[in-house]
């Protein structure tokens, strides 16, 4: 994605593309510096949506400070039930509640990234994932805005 502190032609490419007809940017899985570069650069070139692709993936790795960074920047930031799951748990329920917590919910959506054999299916998951959530203190309505009102927002229906 990038090549000594700069994004690479093709990534501007998309970026502008984007721009230009008011698409959703997903940093997909970008490190967290580059994803820090897309979402400035994005903003920079008019991107008015912004989210960050499940960012406590091991591959994406950002920290609480680097989330808080891009949430400042005007990106949402992806939290996914799908990595609580299996024998290679990768984020627990209370990283998550604590990220949240620390984000703001305002900067923040909660999505299943489910679909694959063995786990459970969406919305049997997101029921799942809003328990675990609601039991480590996060509020129905902040769940409400996480999972329908940022979404929305972040697809521009809002």
Do not use: W
Not at 16 to 33: F, N, Y
Not at 127 to 149: N, Y
């Amino acid at each position: 994605m990038s090549k000594g502190g700069q994004l690479l032609p093709e990534v501007l490419q998309v970026i502008d593309i984007v721009a230009k007809h008011q698409l959703t940017l997903e940093t997909g899985h970008s490190s967290a510096e580059d994803g820090l570069l897309i979402i400035q650069e994005a903003r920079r070139r008019g991107v008015q949506h912004i989210v960050v692709t499940h960012a406590m993936a091991p591959e994406i790795g950002m920290t609480i400070p680097q989330m808080q960074q891009a949430a400042r920047d005007g990106a949402y930031i992806e939290f996914v039930y799908s990595g609580t799951l299996g024998p290679n748990v990768k984020v627990s329920i209370p990283d998550f509640a604590k990220a949240i917590r620390a984000v703001g919910p305002n900067s923040c959506i909660l999505a299943s990234d489910l679909g694959q054999v063995g786990n459970p299916f969406h919305p049997d998951g997101l029921a799942l994932f809003f328990e675990a959530l609601r039991k480590e203190g996060i509020s129905q309505a902040e769940i409400d805005l996480m999972s329908k009102t940022n979404p929305a927002k972040a697809l521009g229906l809002q």
